[in-house]
């Protein structure tokens, strides 16, 4: 039993590690917006001094306002493209359209490490009801280290 906690501790700690890699994360409000309302999206940036963000919204939802100034900001039809400059986050708004959904889609540049890269989709669905989130890399990891130990432990 003290080799399963002193494993569950160990796969603890690696998983901010996993995340590290990275440079920018998406998080939505709610996945599953009542027809009309407002949801708000963060973009959490690990280490872009400067660069820029294009968001692509699903069909019908349409931008409202975001933490960066206005000059910062673009919107051209359904997509949102922001100037970034030295900001660890950004967020912003977006209203929900009478029903339908999809997923937000997104790239990043990075223009002092010359790198880019996407952002993995966040899905919306108008007054759907939100997936219930899987069970991550955490949960399967400990599946693969626990399932052998408890074999071992009631032999």
Do not use: H
Not at 37 to 42: K, L
Not at 126 to 148: K, N, Q, Y
């Amino acid at each position: 039993m003290a080799i399963l906690l002193i494993c569950i501790c160990i796969l603890s700690l690696a998983v901010p590690v996993l995340a590290d890699g990275e440079v920018v994360v998406r998080q939505v409000g709610t996945a599953a917006p009542a027809p009309g309302t407002e949801v708000t999206v963060t973009l959490s940036l690990n280490g872009c001094e400067a660069g820029g963000i294009v968001e692509t919204l699903p069909p019908g939802f349409a931008y409202v306002k975001s933490s960066l100034p206005a000059g910062q900001v673009r919107v051209e039809g359904d997509r949102v493209c922001f100037a970034l400059l030295d900001e660890t986050t950004v967020t912003y708004v977006v209203r929900a359209p009478e029903e339908g959904g999809g997923e937000i889609t997104g790239a990043w540049w990075d223009f002092g490490a010359r790198t880019q890269g996407t952002i993995a989709p966040s899905r919306l669905d108008v007054g759907g009801t939100a997936a219930a989130p899987g069970p991550g890399a955490l949960a399967v990891i400990f599946a693969l280290v626990a399932v052998p130990l408890l074999r071992r432990c009631r032999r």
